[in-house]
């Protein structure tokens, strides 16, 4: 017999790992080509999102750079959970100075390619939340305002975990920290006006900031690539959940990324020159509750001295990033068939035939059985 | 090519000189005039191909030159006082990370309370931050061992810091000889970096590393800095066969053979001395100087050899270890342990207070009498101290203690001499 008709269920999804699309169809994670940037025997914790992001990010830049790129850590998770002396996971050039410098040691690093005319190689930094948006703040504002040619990627799990749970000036309102913890009145993080870093690197008037969460790897990696495309100073603020410091199953990672977007509480745009030019709407909007709850860190929420009040503000931080960003209009979507965005989003795929969905998943595959 | 030029010009055409790559720059007195010079030059095209980056503060600036450094560029930036201080965290990581960046400090004062003047607390501070440190005595000397600097920080791949006295160097006109460029070239090798950034071969720089190897990597640091001790004379001796001047090395002696009595000192107060030891020693006085340029690695054996033979000595310094006495001082008590020399410390010039030859030469016939106690404070106002140590007993709330000094001093800025 020398074919076998096989059906492979989900083959025509744009599942992120699906590799049996067309090589071209194929995201970079689900090519032959991926360059593991972060191998594994990494020591992250199980279900981290921050690895996660980081290896789809850089393995992305590496893709886009053809393999023409230097990588600069910040202090944290990411720094130590992949290179405990004398052990590495990074497959690409990679420096770790101080918690507070990666932007302008990236900087550094550029300048020193573009005085040698290697104008081929290509610098990528990274950092958490804490580097990014507290002590290394000012080192990313002086980056973005040379415009120096660096893609920043901050790894936002809202606080700084690697020092074991402590309030970072990205952590939500009303979150348990180890700084912040769920006792008094007002239990848990204060409610600020919080630090919005992808707004605050758009007024910068920088190339190009996204947002984007590990529930859609395949929109981290067409954000990646597209800022790789672009040169000069470009931020990406990356959605990583924590299940050790947030208190979330590690098999709910994905999940809980997915509800954050779908909540309103992370809103998931790109912006070029300071002016916001795509929105991932939501599909299925979730009251924050649905977020919230499967969270310890927001345990003293809900329960025998639930605080409705609390739960009532953050859903109204939500709700006022859903107007401002226009993450609703009247385009959410109760069923995953009726979604016509899914290529909206992957502009980089070829369009498929006409009438042919994306999400309507059945195709044949024939396998070649008698054939070396 | 001789010129009467600033300091701080001089330096920044030496610099130039050394083909350097990367410079950053951030605005701290009296370093300025340095990177301004240099950013002249890099925006006219003189100075090519490099890259001239204004940061945002001081930590930025060695960040960004550990970045320009570690991916094989040759880098370099100035500092001074607060400005060090405020990269300090970067400067512990550069000399850990091993990456050959030269630095000029422009030594000035730490506040509180704010003071722009000269002393030497600023890179002394930075005592044990793994780099280098050599002062400079006159401008000539800053021009020669920056020269040497990259020379030697590339050879043994570690930071260096050269040191030169704010304002009393760096903004004073004299005349100076500027090498030629094929000279420097003859000297200065191109960069070859031990380590490098470069996606051909990736390597991960700046690794966690624990208590199983963390003190090798220490001692290793330590071990480049004894490979210096070797080096520096050598280099200096180099530099006099190419350039045809002496200029660097470890310790500088003047008038020691036959001392009874040496003065021990850094930067540009050895003129001073020198000038003071001069009319001593045609008063009769068996008196000389030690310079010391090598601050780290401390020359200990130098030290020891240019001090046996006399009866004692005095480190005069800028600086002060509060709580304690002299830095430097100790140091050089470290060296002649056991000989049985009777060793004396003055703190002097701190935040700029002139270090005039009339007070020298009391100080020196005080020292020679062994007078002294152990620290003398060079022209302290005790007057001044003891009436605020008074209201400090008599009242609670005495108040800011800079502004009470000011009140009580009143306008006297131009009184010295």
């Not at chain 1, 993080?189 to 984007?212: D, S, W």
């Amino acid at each position: 017999m020398g074919f076998q008709p096989v059906k492979f269920y989900q083959t025509g999804t744009f599942t992120v790992g699906n590799r049996l699309l067309a090589a071209d169809e194929r995201s970079v994670q689900a090519g032959q080509t991926r360059s593991n940037s972060i191998n594994s025997g990494h020591r992250a914790c199980q279900g981290c999102g921050e690895a996660l992001g980081a290896r789809y990010a850089i393995d992305a830049a590496m893709a886009e750079s053809n393999g023409q790129l230097i990588a600069v850590n910040a202090t944290g998770c990411l720094e130590v959970f992949s290179t405990p002396y004398p052990e590495s996971s990074w497959q690409v050039a990679w420096i770790h100075s101080l918690f507070g410098n990666a932007p302008a040691v990236a900087t550094g690093v550029a300048a020193a390619m573009k005085v040698k005319g290697r104008t081929e190689v290509r610098v990528v930094a990274q950092g958490g939340d804490g580097s990014t948006t507290d002590i290394g703040f000012g080192c990313l504002s002086g980056m973005f305002e040379r415009n120096d040619d660096v893609l920043y990627i901050c790894y936002d799990n809202e606080a700084y975990m690697n020092t074991g749970v402590q309030r970072s000036s990205a952590t939500p309102p009303a979150a348990r920290t180890a700084t912040t913890m769920p006792v008094g009145s007002e239990p848990g993080n204060v409610f600020g006006q919080g630090k919005n870093l992808p707004e605050i690197a758009m007024a910068h008037g920088i190339p190009y900031v996204a947002t984007a969460t590990v529930a859609d790897l395949r929109d981290l990696e067409y954000k990646v690539r597209r800022a790789m495309k672009m040169h000069g100073a470009r931020y990406i603020h990356l959605f990583v959940p924590c299940p050790l410091g947030w208190g979330t199953a590690s098999s709910d990672t994905i999940r809980m990324a997915r509800l954050a977007k779908e909540s309103g509480m992370f809103p998931v745009f790109e912006a070029e020159h300071g002016e916001v030019t795509g929105v991932l709407k939501i599909r299925h909007k979730v009251p924050v509750e649905e977020y919230l709850k499967p969270q310890k860190r927001f345990a003293h929420l809900f329960g025998t001295h639930a605080r409705p009040d609390m739960v009532a503000r953050i859903q109204a931080i939500a709700d006022r990033n859903i107007r401002k960003y226009g993450l609703l209009n009247g385009h959410e979507i109760d069923d995953p068939a009726d979604d016509e965005t899914c290529h909206a989003r992957f502009p980089h795929l070829n369009p498929l035939p006409e009438g042919e969905e994306a999400n309507e998943s059945l195709r044949e595959f024939h396998v070649n059985e008698g054939v070396n | 090519m001789l010129k009467q030029t600033e300091g701080s010009k001089a330096v920044a055409e030496a610099i130039a000189l050394c083909r350097p790559e990367v410079i950053c720059a951030y605005p701290i007195s009296p370093q300025t005039h340095i990177v301004e010079g240099l950013g002249e030059m890099v925006k006219s095209g003189e100075l090519a191909p490099c890259e001239f980056i204004n940061v945002e503060s001081e930590f930025a600036a060695m960040s960004v030159a550990i970045g320009a450094s570690a991916a094989g560029a040759r880098s370099y930036t100035a500092t001074a006082s607060q400005g060090l201080l405020f990269m300090a965290e970067a400067v512990y990581n550069a000399s850990g990370l091993g990456l050959p960046i030269v630095m000029t400090v422009a030594n000035r004062a730490i506040g509180a309370p704010i003071n722009i003047w000269n002393d030497h607390s600023d890179s002394l501070s930075q005592r044990d931050s793994g780099w280098m440190q050599l002062f400079a005595e006159t401008n000539q000397e800053a021009v020669d061992l920056h020269i040497q600097a990259f020379r030697l920080a590339e050879e043994l791949s570690m930071p260096i810091m050269v040191c030169m006295d704010g304002f009393i160097l760096t903004h004073a006109f004299e005349r100076v000889d500027i090498p030629s460029q094929q000279q420097v070239d003859a000297y200065l090798p191109p960069f070859e970096p031990r380590q490098v950034l470069d996606p051909a071969q990736p390597v991960s720089i700046g690794a966690m590393v624990g208590p199983e190897a963390f003190m090798e990597v220490r001692y290793l640091a330590h071990a480049k800095q004894m490979q210096a001790i070797e080096r520096i004379p050598q280099l200096a001796a180099e530099f006099k066969q190419a350039f045809g001047r002496d200029s660097g090395g470890l310790v500088r002696t003047y008038c020691t053979e036959d001392a009874e009595t040496i003065i021990i000192a850094m930067g540009s107060v050895l003129g001073t001395i020198k000038d003071t030891v001069d009319e001593m020693r045609l008063a009769g006085h068996k008196i000389g100087v030690l310079g010391i340029i090598s601050y780290r690695p401390f020359p200990l054996e130098q030290v020891r050899a240019a001090l046996i033979n006399s009866k004692r000595f005095l480190v005069l310094e800028k600086s002060l270890a509060v709580g304690m006495g002299g830095i430097v001082a100790t140091d050089v008590r470290m060296a002649v342990t056991g000989t049985g020399l009777k060793g004396f410390t003055a703190i002097a010039g701190l935040g700029g207070r002139p270090i005039t030859k009339a007070s020298l030469h009391k100080l020196f016939g005080q020292l020679e009498k062994e007078e002294l106690p152990p620290v003398t404070f060079l022209d302290l106002d005790w007057d001044a101290v003891n009436k605020q140590l008074e209201r400090e007993r008599q009242t609670r709330r005495s108040g800011p203690v800079a502004e009470n000094m000011l009140h009580d001093k009143g306008i006297i800025s131009a009184k010295f001499g």
